[in-house]
């Protein structure tokens, strides 16, 4: 079975008893691209810092790379939502620090390369926030992690930035194995990019899985909205959308069940689909599916 990279049994975490993030269970093997998604305040930074051993359980645990996130602080890397950086250090002197940091781990070159537009001369403090954000995928890179967790990595760099370093980040995770957990509100920049998918919302893991199962799990059906008490009631509804006589629905099929009728019209969803749609709905009943390594052992 393939090694784990990051897994969670019954973790919560409460911000001096508020919870943020309640009963939450899934596995992630490693070498994945996981998509961390949900609404603001949904808890996804909660179990990024988790993961990354910045905070403590309150209840359950939360595992990564096969050990407790402090015993492997080394082998992985955490970019967080506000990027951290010594202000007073200059580009060069940051990236030297990386390397002093991570004696035996540091690959000077994979840094340069992804901070090759910056000054080098250039203090941190004068870099816009798109500049530091590609600093600190430089210093996180550079540490030749197993596990990189980015908590919005791309909010805000300019489109064709978030491009070459989208496609840089992905190039190098997919040429090393590395395993990738990554949030983010654009769905456009998950699609293609991430194989896995964690929808979080209200603290609670909603939707789990390879994307291919968790899509095709799902089927987009439009119809006469007359017909529809009695066309969907075989499924399990995520969502129902009526316009005029038309009515649009996102349902799940379990297996066994019967196709939708022949007067309905079928297609998968697209990721955006079927993420717009369960947080629309947040009263539709969670789904994990079988990690794919499971599947084939069976
Ligand atoms: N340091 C903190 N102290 C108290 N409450 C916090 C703290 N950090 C987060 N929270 C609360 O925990 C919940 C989850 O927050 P979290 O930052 O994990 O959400 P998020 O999904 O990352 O949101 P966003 O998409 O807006 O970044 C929210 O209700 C938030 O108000």
């Known amino acids: 079975m393939t090694p784990t990279a990051f897994e969670a049994h019954g973790l ?19 070498g994945h691209v996981c ?28 595992r990564v790379l096969g050990t407790d996130p402090a015993s492997a602080r080394e082998r992985l890397a955490y970019v967080a939502q506000d990027k951290p950086l010594y202000p007073q250090l200059t ?49 996180a890179l550079g540490k030749r992690p197993e596990l990189l967790l980015l908590d919005e990595p791309m909010a805000d760099l300019d489109p064709l930035a978030r491009h070459q370093l989208m496609g840089a980040l992905m190039a190098d995770a997919a040429e090393r194995g590395t395993t990738v957990v990554m949030s983010s509100h654009i769905l ?4 293609g990019a991430c194989d896995h998918l964690l929808l979080v919302d209200g603290g609670r893991v909603r939707l789990g899985g390879p994307v291919d199962d968790l899509l095709t799990a799902h089927t987009l059906v439009t119809g006469p909205a007359a017909e529809a008490d009695e066309a969907l009631s075989p499924y399990t509804v995520v969502e129902t959308r009526t316009t005029g006589r038309q009515a649009s629905a996102l349902i799940r099929r379990e297996s066994g069940a019967v196709p939708p009728p022949a007067s309905w019209q079928a297609a998968e969803p697209t990721l955006e689909e079927l993420l717009l749609s369960h947080l629309r709905s947040p009263g539709a009943p969670a789904l994990l599916m079988d990690q794919p390594e499971r599947k084939t052992a069976a």
């Open 91 to 139: 580009v060069g002197e940051t990236l030297r620090l990386g390397g002093e940091l991570n004696p035996g781990r540091w690959d000077a070159r994979a840094a340069a390369d992804i901070a090759a537009p910056l000054d080098r001369a250039a203090r941190v403090r004068s870099l816009s926030g798109g500049q530091r954000t590609r600093l600190a995928l430089a210093l």
């Open 35 to 62: 998509a961390l998604v949900g609404p603001n305040g949904a808890g996804k930074s909660t179990l990024l810092a988790l993961a990354a051993g910045l905070l403590r359980p309150t209840r359950g645990t939360v």
């Open 12 to 30: 919560a975490h409460r911000y001096r008893g508020k919870p943020a993030l309640e009963d939450c269970t899934f596995r992630l093997a490693a």
């Open 188 to 191: 456009t920049e998950l699609e």
